[in-house]
């Protein structure tokens, strides 16, 4: 074996102490135990290698966040030189340090300009926890104390924390730990599942107005605000119809209703834009940032506000009762500068946009377009999904649609390719600096895995 690193432990042993200590996300402990967890123990480029010497090209960039790929010396040059510099120091005690307000500087410069202020945090489910009481918090400050309740979406995902999770509509979630009061959900713009009969434009329509249904069942005077991903990660990495955002944007100002993106998945170039609200044409109040921001090197996550909800918070707001120990924590708040002078100064997210992202979606559309277990491929930039179908006639899914993903992605594994599965879907969220290439080589080794797929549901 010609392995690219010394591992220090055999794969068992390494396996053995993990199952004695560690509880892992989203699995059944004791299955992952008896099965042994892969051990991931290096990262190049868009490349992984894990202590077998096995290599995968990750064509979900981590967990949709390495849009650099994997060991970019400037990042870990940046987080060096702030950890000899200044390690840490915190935002309490009327301070601030120059990594931060650095960062701050630039983030601003690459957001459309009704965005002004930042709350940092460690991570995407922090966000949406501050998200609800800085909100919360602004309507008190206008005199509308009532106005509390939040909107999201059934099968949303906005984090793991409590009321990340009560945000999101994962109801296996709300079962384990429970939901929180004033927060309330409408459907998902899923059309090629839910949309029936109707076209997807009338169906986008359909979604949106829910949303006024039910603001005016809870009373505008008492919804605070909406949240949603502005095409659903998680969730199966689901588009919208074009017909849904205008809409939504029409009904939240109407009613006085705060328009809160998701941006955790979509922002940092994933669409081709640096925002995915911007691919999409609407203009959130506040956004929910992480992932892309630091290119998932170190955590750190953020609430973005209009400069509307800003003023009135820090011209009227008095103190504004929230703080974590890393809010803006200085080496983090480095790797995030440096991991966006790259994305800016490298052209990243405009090759995104007019040469990477335009040849994966032709390259797919070639390759699965006439598939026949493939109903849809959905996305933009570097991100897709392919929607699996038993007729595609009628759009009828598979009942075991969750089994046969999840064989795909483990053939797809036994391929040397990283692909998630969702519900059905299959998706690919390479990192943004995947050259053709790479994209050649993800769509070949997935097409592999798609066909062997078909085999065992036998549409091949
Ligand atoms: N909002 C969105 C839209 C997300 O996708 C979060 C918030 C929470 O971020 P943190 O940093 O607290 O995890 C997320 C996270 C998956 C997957 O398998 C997606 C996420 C996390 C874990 C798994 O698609 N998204």
Same mark, same amino acid.
């Given at each position: 074996m010609n392995l690219p690193f010394e591992p220090q432990r055999q794969t068992q042993d390494y396996q053995a102490s993990d199952a004695a200590h560690h509880i892992h996300a989203f699995v059944d402990q004791k299955a992952l135990n008896a099965e042994g967890p892969r051990v991931m123990v290096r990262g190049e480029g868009l490349y992984l290698w894990d202590s077998e010497g096995k290599r995968y090209l990750d064509g979900m960039s981590g967990l949709w966040c390495t849009q650099l790929g994997y060991g970019r010396k400037d990042l870990t040059a940046a987080a060096a030189a702030q950890m000899d510099q200044l390690a840490y120091y915190n935002m309490f005690f009327h301070t601030t340090h120059p990594a931060v307000i650095e960062l701050s500087e630039l983030l601003f410069s690459l957001l459309p300009k009704h965005y002004s202020h930042v709350i940092y945090t460690n991570s995407g489910s922090e966000a949406n926890e501050v998200l609800i009481r800085t909100v919360r918090r602004y309507w008190q400050v206008l005199g509308k104390p009532q106005k509390k309740i939040m909107i999201g979406r059934w099968n949303g995902y906005h984090g793991s924390t409590l009321a990340a999770s009560a945000l999101g509509g994962m109801k296996f979630m709300h079962e384990m730990g429970g939901l929180i009061p004033d927060v309330a959900h409408i459907d998902e713009p899923y059309w090629y599942a839910q949309g029936g009969e109707l076209t997807p434009a009338?169906?986008?329509?359909?979604?949106?107005?829910?949303?006024?249904?039910?603001?005016?069942?809870?009373?505008?005077?008492?919804?605070?605000?909406?949240? $949603?991903?502005?095409?659903?990660?998680?969730?199966?990495?689901?588009?919208?119809?074009?017909?849904?955002?205008?809409?939504?944007?029409?009904?939240?100002?109407?009613?006085?209703?705060?328009?809160?993106?998701?941006?955790?998945?979509?922002?940092?170039?994933?669409?081709?834009?640096?925002? $995915?609200?911007?691919?999409?044409?609407?203009?959130?109040?506040?956004?929910?940032?992480?992932?892309?921001?630091?290119?998932?090197?170190?955590? %750190?996550?953020?609430?973005?506000?209009?400069?509307? %909800?800003?003023?009135?918070?820090?011209?009227?707001?008095?103190?504004?009762?929230?703080?974590?120990?890393?809010?803006?924590?200085?080496?983090?708040?480095?790797? $995030?500068?440096?991991?966006?002078?790259?994305?800016?100064?490298?052209?990243?997210?405009?090759?995104?946009?007019?040469?990477?992202?335009?040849?994966?979606?032709?390259?797919?559309?070639?390759?699965?377009?006439?598939?026949?277990?493939?109903?849809?491929?959905?996305?933009?930039?570097?991100?897709? $999904?392919?929607?699996?179908?038993?007729?595609?006639?009628?759009?009828?899914?598979?009942?075991?649609?969750?089994?046969?993903?999840?064989?795909?992605?483990?053939?797809?594994?036994?391929?040397g390719v990283i692909i998630r599965s969702t519900l059905g879907r299959m998706i690919m969220a390479p990192a943004l600096v995947a050259s053709r290439a790479e994209l050649d080589e993800l769509v070949d080794k997935t097409r592999i895995a798609v066909d062997r797929t078909a085999r065992i549901a036998g549409k091949l």
């Open positions: 009338e169906f986008g329509r359909r979604c949106a107005l829910q949303l006024e249904e039910k603001i005016l069942e809870l009373g505008a005077q008492n919804v605070a605000g909406f949240i $949603a991903e502005p095409f659903q990660g998680a969730g199966g990495m689901i588009f919208p119809p074009e017909s849904y955002w205008p809409e939504v944007q029409r009904i939240c100002r109407q009613y006085d209703v705060l328009l809160c993106a998701d941006e955790v998945i979509g922002g940092f170039g994933r669409t081709g834009e640096w925002f $995915a609200h911007q691919h999409f044409g609407f203009e959130p109040d506040t956004l929910s940032i992480a992932k892309g921001l630091t290119s998932g090197y170190l955590p %750190m996550g953020g609430l973005v506000l209009s400069k509307r %909800m800003a003023e009135a918070l820090v011209e009227r707001g008095g103190v504004f009762a929230h703080g974590l120990t890393y809010s803006g924590h200085p080496v983090a708040a480095a790797v $995030a500068l440096a991991n966006l002078k790259a994305l800016r100064g490298e052209g990243i997210v405009r090759q995104v946009k007019d040469d990477t992202g335009p040849y994966l979606h032709t390259l797919l559309h070639e390759v699965f377009g006439n598939h026949p277990l493939i109903g849809e491929i959905q996305g933009t930039g570097l991100l897709a $999904a392919l929607q699996f179908v038993e007729d595609k006639g009628t759009r009828k899914r598979f009942a075991n649609e969750n089994d046969l993903a999840w064989q795909c992605r483990t053939f797809g594994f036994e391929e």
